[in-house]
Nanobody, 124 residues
Framework: QDQLMQSGGGSVQAGGSLRLSCQAS??????LGWFLQAPGKEREGVAV????????YYADSVKGRFTISQDNAKRTLYLQMNSLKPEDTAMYYC???????????????????WGQGTQVTVSS
């Protein structure tokens, strides 16, 4: 059974840092991503990694502040979030897909497995 189990998150003041983790089990995903969903808003992609190649991609809103990475031995995905802003406050989800086009990597409906979500709250 393919599963994604998240950990990390919490509350921090603006300018602070947090790290999210996502442990994968089952078959290896070719694409892993982090998505956020703020209250009353659509879920959106923030960072994606092409796991075989290690190539990383970011939404403009997090470039230079967030870093997505993977530990293949531990089968764990990470999201290091620095210089956090109040507008980063949201539920964060990791997600995986086995196949997909690069053009759709930030589209939530293109992912079939999801973590349980973790809350990130940034206060000003």
């Amino acid at each position: 059974q393919d599963q994604l189990m998240q950990s990390g998150g919490g509350s921090v003041q603006a300018g602070g840092s947090l790290r999210l983790s996502c442990q994968a089990s089952g078959y290896r995903y070719n694409w892993l991503g982090w998505f956020l969903q703020a209250p009353g808003k659509e879920r959106e992609g923030v960072a994606v990694i092409d796991t075989p190649r290690g190539a990383t991609y970011y939404a403009d809103s997090v470039k230079g502040r967030f870093t997505i990475s993977q530990d293949n031995a531990k089968r764990t995905l990470y999201l290091q979030m620095n210089s956090l802003k109040p507008e980063d406050t949201a539920m964060y989800y990791c997600a995986g897909r086995f196949i997909g086009e690069a053009a759709t990597m930030f589209i939530p409906s293109d992912y079939h497995d999801w973590g349980q979500g973790t809350q990130v709250t940034v206060s000003s």
